[in-house]
Structure formats: C-alpha cells, structure tokens
C-alpha cells in the first residue's frame, strides 16, 4: 500500500493509535497544540534534529527501523548531554506520495520501540508530502533541575577530559556501507548508535561532570565546543583515544584521523575534576559503559594532541561542516 | 555571498547575534538543547510545522521575508488556536549548498521581526544541508494555566460556530499567484497571514470559547475535526460566512466553495455558548478583529451546510490531504 492510500488522517491515525499515554502529557496527539504538565522545580531542556535522505542517511544503506531509532537516538543523545532525563517528542515527516506504507511502517516501528526503551513519548508533530526524498525532524524534551543541568561552558583548567565507549566506529562504519558493506559491528554503529541516556542523567544528578557534549562531529570538533565556550584549552592523549578491535582492525594504518574527526559515536564527552576520576569509573562501570580519561583541560585556546611518541599530530579535516 | 562561504557555524553566530534574551530562556542558542524555566502552574503547549519548497511555498512566489514571518505565524496559530501565550520557538533549516545568504537573511529578518512582534525567542534548532530545496521545521512553545487550555474537544450541542476575520483569502490569493498576480490583498493574504494571538489567548483567559481551532485546512475541514473530537454535528449558515470585498469579486460565480474548502485563512474557528455572544462580540471589537457567528452545534455527526435560499449545498472538495 502507498501512502497515498492511507491519506495523511489515515496515517496520523494509524501512528496515534501506537501511542501510549504518560502522565506528564495532558493532552497528545490530535490537538493544535500538545500540552505538557512540566514537573515541578525542574526547567525544560529542549533539542530538535532534522535529517534528510540523500544527507544524512541513504534508504539504500539503512532499513527504515533502525532509521526510525537513529532519528530518535540522535535527539536524546543531545538531551543526554544535557542530563536531562527525556520525556516527550514531536516528529515532524515529509515523505513522498509513493512512499510505501510498509517502509513507514518500519520507521514507525523504529521510533516508537526507541521511544518505549528510553519511556518517552510522542506528543505531536507533522506529517506533510515531499517532492524529493524522506524528511525527518524531531524535537525532544526533557527535564533536569537547575542546579544539576550540564552545559559545555562549565571546564575548568586542571580538569580530566573523558569518554564514553569507543570512537571512530560510526565513521568507519559509513566508510564500510560505502564499500558495499551492510553488516558487522562498525555499521551497526553507524546505522544505530546507542545514546548514552543512563549514563548523562546519572553524571548529572552525581554533580559529577563539569561541562558535556555527545559526539556528533568527531572527538577535537566537540572538545573544541567545549573549549571555546569554557574559555580553556585542552591537551589530548592521543595513546588514550578508546578504539573498538573491529576499528582497530579497519584503521590499521592511522587510528587517530576518524577517531578525532569522525562523528555520530554518539559518546558522552565531558569534564570531571581529578579527584572523581574513581567515582565516575565506578558510576559508569555500574552501567557497563567503557570509561577513558583521554586528556586534560588547560590554560589558553585550542586543543593540542599529544601521540604516544611524543610525536605532533595535525588533523585533518576538524569535522563536519553542512555548507563547506 | 553563497551559504558554503559562511559555513554552518558561520550561519548560526549570525542568527544567534540578531536574538534577544528572555527571561524564562536560561539556556539559548548554543548548548546541546536549550533550557527553559516555565512559569509555575502553567501548562507547556508545544506544536511543530513544517514547510518544504514546492510543497508549502514556492521562491518564485514570495519574498523571502514574507515566508520568514509566516514560517513562524503558521506555528504560533496553532498555539492561539490552544489559547496559549507563545513564549519560545525551534528553528530548523535544512538549504542547498548554493542558497544564497542575502536569502537566508532576508528569511530570517522575517522570522525574527515576527517573534519580535509576539514576544517569542528563538531558542534553538538545526542548520544543515538539503539536496533538493529549502525545508524549514518550526517548534513553538507557549503557556496557559490548564484550566484554560480550549481543546478541540469542548463543544456542546446548542453552542454558536463562530470566526474571527474573513475565509477564503490565502485560497483566491494562491489562485491569483498560480495566474501571475504578485500582490494585493488576497495574495498578502496568502503569503503572510496574521496569526491571532491576541484573540486566542483572550478568548481562553476569559473563559468563553469551549472549542477551537485555526482554519489552515479550510472550514468545513476544520470544523469537522471539532465535531469528531466533539461528538456533535455543526449547522453552517452559508450565508453568514464572512468573505472579504476582494474574496466576493474573485469569487462571484460561487463564494462557498473556496470559502468552505480553502485553508491558510488562519483564523480562529471557535464555539461559544449562545448567553456569551455579545461579550465575545465585545471582546474582539476591542482587538479590532472582526467576528461572525456562522452555525450552530447540533446532535449527531457531520456538517449540515445551509443556504441563504434553503438550497443544499455539496463540498466538492473537503480540504487539503498531503497524499492525496
């Protein structure tokens, strides 16, 4: 069946009737407006992403469910970096007239079982027809207290520089699917990161990070985030970049160009002080999250890096840029 | 000046420089997500549109300014339409390689004199790249004490179908731009439509509309969604609709038909009960704002539609469906 078939009620319909309620959300889908009841002494922190076929995602690499989770994932990712704690989404589809009802389906289905694990739901949205390819924008809220939000202005010189899991792989994962690959460890990063929800909320509410971002544009891009509005530098190690085997493997010859400048790991990278160093282990042990301190927070601007050998390192390309 | 000379961060320091500060934004621009402090004892309202070249607007057609503004009306309606007061807003961009910036700032100089106008801030978005035209994705947010939230869903039998303004404009404005008319009222109409703000909140604060809606899908289209959500039926008055001097000569051959089916208006379409008529008459006097009372909700289902002469009166066509 074609999308054409269904009709946009029809298709509001059929995703509205997937919805479960939750209390925070007084009024969902349906309305002009969604209405929201905020929890009580917490402030609203709010991100939205827009991604479009042919730029950030090709039909030809991904299925439509893993699609619909990375849609989602990308939005908490951000929320995470926040340490908010998620609670609502609004998503907004254009889609061609041919588009087939199974390939919604399956972004549907995408959406919601990531909405269902991360207990957010979807309050709203748009649905509309695209002259060119799919396009998807989603806008995520969630709460945090105020004293307890983590912003990438908070670094302070003489501060450990850390991360999640590995780095590298979602790019090393696209350059695979370019190569005709379409499964294996490194795709799957690619296709279907993880966002580290658990983990941002729990640095927060331990007051253990002093600045964070996610791990969009590659490890120096985000760090050089985090600088610029903390108003330090930072001095990376680049013998502590955590890599995955499987990336180890595909980047033989230079591990340090995707793992500094690759993006979309979707890793939490943020500031602690010295002295959490074994609390923040343990916290993140407990969640089975891989934990590397890769750094240090320094005097000045910009972000030197520092090879095992002692050796410079000059990147190359500093990340991802939508115009150039 | 092309967008790929400015780059994405470029383009976002140049929005970003043009944006005031309120006081319920604690985090704008430039974090992962904004942070929000909403006012105590107030609901979130939260809607999201989006408007795609080709489908919603076409650059041939309007200035960019003028699509600037009503990007951001076309949002701001749907919280008038809750009765909600707009506080912040989302902008996401996605533009080719080769838009040119005097173009995008002209657009943005529309987005930001309107939320000027409204009092609204932007908080945050997305800028990225699009391989066809330009799409742009608005998420707007406003506040009103739940009890004062007017849903779609309140009419009651016996209650007076009103609207603000004149129906049918931004319809005969669009027919007018597809015959090569590039101005006048009934274009303006459909270029830049005034969202009722104003008029929403009040109609909320002061408790007298028990449903509503803005008319962007025409009103029997409208007006149907408050009937199903409603359980009633509606009683349309053909000849109480009100149309403008501009409407009624393009339209001399059969006002009803653009009049009932058009969307765009984004006017409010409301009910009161029948004692409230003079106040709310009062009322939109004050604001300047004119307003018609155009049927009646009736038991049952669907929309009876009545003419001046007593003949019955077919919709050919009952609103805009996206895929169809």
Same mark, same amino acid.
């Given at each position: 069946m074609k999308l054409k078939d269904l009709g946009e009620f029809g298709l509001i319909d059929r995703i509205a009737r997937q919805v479960h309620k939750a209390p925070s959300v007084v009024l969902g889908i349906g309305d002009d407006a969604a209405a929201l009841a905020p929890t009580a002494e917490t402030l609203t922190l709010i991100t939205s992403d827009m991604l479009l076929d042919g730029v950030h995602f090709d039909l030809n690499f991904t299925d439509a469910k893993s699609l619909g989770r990375k849609s989602l994932s990308v939005n908490l990712s951000d929320l995470a970096a926040m340490g908010a704690t998620p609670r609502q989404f609004l998503l907004g589809i254009a889609l061609p007239k041919d588009f087939s009802t199974e390939l919604m389906d399956g972004f549907m289905a995408g959406v919601l079982e990531q909405a269902e694990r991360f207990?957010?739901? $979807?309050?709203?949205?748009?649905?509309?027809? +695209?002259?060119s390819g799919l396009v998807v924008s989603i806008t995520a809220l969630g709460e945090q207290r105020p004293e307890r939000v983590v912003k990438r202005s908070g670094a302070s010189v003489g501060e450990l520089v850390c991360v999640t899991g590995t780095v590298g792989d979602a790019a090393a994962g696209l350059e695979l699917l370019? &190569?005709?690959?379409?499964?294996?460890? !490194?795709? +799957?990063? &690619? !296709?279907?990161?993880?966002?580290?929800?658990? *983990?941002? *909320?729990? $640095?927060?509410?331990?007051? !253990?990070?002093?600045?964070?971002?996610?791990?969009s544009d590659g490890v120096v891009a985000d760090l050089g985030h985090i600088c610029e509005l903390s108003g330090v530098g930072a001095r990376l190690q680049l013998g502590a970049l955590p890599f995955s085997d499987e990336y180890r493997t595909f980047c033989a010859d230079d591990p340090y160009a995707l793992g500094l400048s690759g993006g979309e790991d979707y890793e939490l990278l943020f500031c602690i002080k010295p002295k959490h160093r074994d609390a923040v282990a343990d916290l993140l042990a407990g969640f089975g999250v891989k934990f590397s301190v890769i750094g240090e927070v320094v005097k000045g601007e910009g972000i030197e890096l520092v090879t095992p050998d002692g050796a410079p390192y000059q990147v190359v390309q500093k990340g991802f840029d939508h115009f150039q």
């Open positions: 207990g957010v739901t $979807l309050v709203g949205g748009d649905t509309c027809s +695209s002259r370019r &190569q005709g690959v379409r499964e294996g460890f !490194l795709v +799957s990063r &690619q !296709l279907d990161p993880e966002p580290r929800i658990a *983990v941002g *909320v729990a $640095l927060a509410d331990n007051g !253990l990070a002093t600045a964070m971002i996610d791990v």
